[in-house]
């Protein structure tokens, strides 16, 4: 255990609480009849669980690469299956992410969900409690439980509460992702096969046959492509985030989506390392494609939900190109690329679910020339577009250039056709402000954003402004285990 994990040294289970907080939240709210004591409780368990996660981050030591806070119980020994919690500089960010955007996702959900609030807010918590359990999971079975655990919510927030396609969006998300977890499955079992443990780090950087390492790779990459989704995995995301009520499309946005790229980093680097490199320059050239691909689809997109989907798959592109280059620059910044994906991407659903409620549309057009009549919802949108194409000066630009860096090192093809995706997301976000603001001159007076809708944005903005100005204080808390697992990936590969 001493060589992987760092048992908890704080007086309590951190991330066991961190994780089961939301769901005893989610129960209280089962035995709840009011609606306004229904959002008020679920609100409460968000902000709560949000000042847990930093608490966790502020006793989190960044001068180690070792799993922190370990919680290591017993489960099912004759199967070597146990309770096994940790963190480390890849999941730590990624845990703050979930417990920010969800008391964010209850507040934007205040007016917007009118029926069936109570099941609505027992979704979202039950949720955030899977996905918190998948970051912190250092057991196969524990983190297959929290896996599936997710898709049953997200199912449920599109098909319940979704737009008019509900249906075919969710039954096409549930098919999807349910045919990945059924290779994900597939790769657990032959990791166990090959070692007789569950156990995730003890299965890490193993002297396994390359034709082992092939076949888990494949069955792992099909699931976390997925998940991503990389182009061609990618249709089912259009859909579910059109169709979803804005709170589905941010979690989709700025959690779910990580799971796949944390799943290339935790799982394909150090466990399968032979095969990944074999398999790089496939991810590289398929992550390409669906930058590219992506900026040209937003580049026709009418509907601005649509085109924030897609632009989804164009900019989590970079993040499995920066995964994929098999440098430090490029892990470095496929990490930061995943948080700032989340903020951004999330913050630009919001904003497009602010403008919902009030116009009933989602057409570019319709909304179009708010410059004169919301300049608040202007500025903050405006804000989160040029960010989403990586203005200097914000976070998605340093993601970029990590990601750009590493490219560069490994395929200078490679690193100018990212930047050629780069471009295209300046277009097609230009194309969209433009319109927003000054689109049209006969748009009827809408009222502007209200304290709520700014309460719940501005945390958004200091995050982007503080990322991209002051990177230094993400890539340190990150830094150890990156280095270490590009460390040992030199050592095995080279």
Known sequence: MEQYLLMNLLSFPILSTTIFLPLIGAILILLMGNEKVIKITALATGIITFLVSLFLYANFNPETHLFQFGEFIPWIPIYNINYILGVDGITIFLILLTT??????????????????????????????AMIGVFCSLDFILFYIFWEAMLIPMYLLIAVWGGPKKDYASIKFFIYTLFGSVFLLVAIIAVYLANGTFNIPEAMFRDYSFSFQFWVFLAFAIAFAIKVPMFPFHTW?????????????????????????YGFMRFCLPIVPKASLYFAPYMVALSIIGIIYGGFVCLSQTDM?????????????????????????????????????GITTGALFLCVGIIYERTHSREIMDNAGLGK???????????FSISAFAFPGT???????????????????AGFLAVVGAVLAAAYMLRLLKQIIWGREDQKSIPD???REIIYLLPLVLFVLWVGIFPRLYVYTMEKTLMHLFNQLQLILY
Not at 101 to 128: G, Q, Y
Not at 373 to 383: A, H, K, L, Q, S
């Open 100 to 129: 920010l955007f969800t008391p964010i996702c209850v507040l934007c959900s205040w007016t917007a969900i009118k029926e069936r609030v109570k099941e609505f807010m027992f979704c979202m918590l039950l949720m955030e409690t």
């Open 237 to 261: 995301l259009p859909a579910a985030h059109t169709e979803a009520p804005t709170a589905g499309s941010v979690f989709l946005a700025s959690v779910l989506l990580k799971m796949g790229a």
């Open 305 to 341: 939900k649509k085109l924030i989907a897609y632009s989804s798959v164009a900019h989590m592109g970079f993040v499995t190109l920066g995964i994929f280059s098999f440098t430090l620059f490029g892990f470095e910044g496929a990490l930061l690329q995943m948080l700032n994906h």
């Open 373 to 383: 009549i919301m300049p608040v919802y202007v500025g903050f949108f405006g804000f």
């Open 395 to 413: 976070n998605n630009f340093v993601g970029e250039i990590y990601v750009l860096i590493g490219t560069f090192v490994q395929s200078k093809l």
């Open 449 to 451: 954003m209200n304290v």
